[in-house]
């Protein structure tokens, strides 16, 4: 539907920080990724389970013309403008390639 609506970005309320390299370490979070990067960690099983639709969806939208898919946590208060108002963010943010 972003696509379709032209969206400049898409973004996923879960019951998680955004994805991680580690599933057991919150260090680990991955704050910025491209649609490659996603399918190599998907391919390693870095991404595995439930998160993996999620993030089929996000590279389908960004391949479809959306700048940017987000990733965040549903749970922290204000996330929302966590992650669009500041410069770290507040999850993970999913861009295209740099060609």
Known sequence: MAEALGAEKIIYLTDIAGLRR???DAS????RTTVSELQELISTGVISGGMIPKVD???QAVRGGVKSAHILDGRIA???LL???TDHGAGTMITGDVS
């Open 22 to 24: 580690d599933i057991d």
């Open 28 to 31: 680990s979070l991955i704050q």
């Open 57 to 59: 969806s996000c590279i």
């Open 78 to 80: 204000h996330v929302l």
């Open 83 to 85: 992650e669009l108002f």
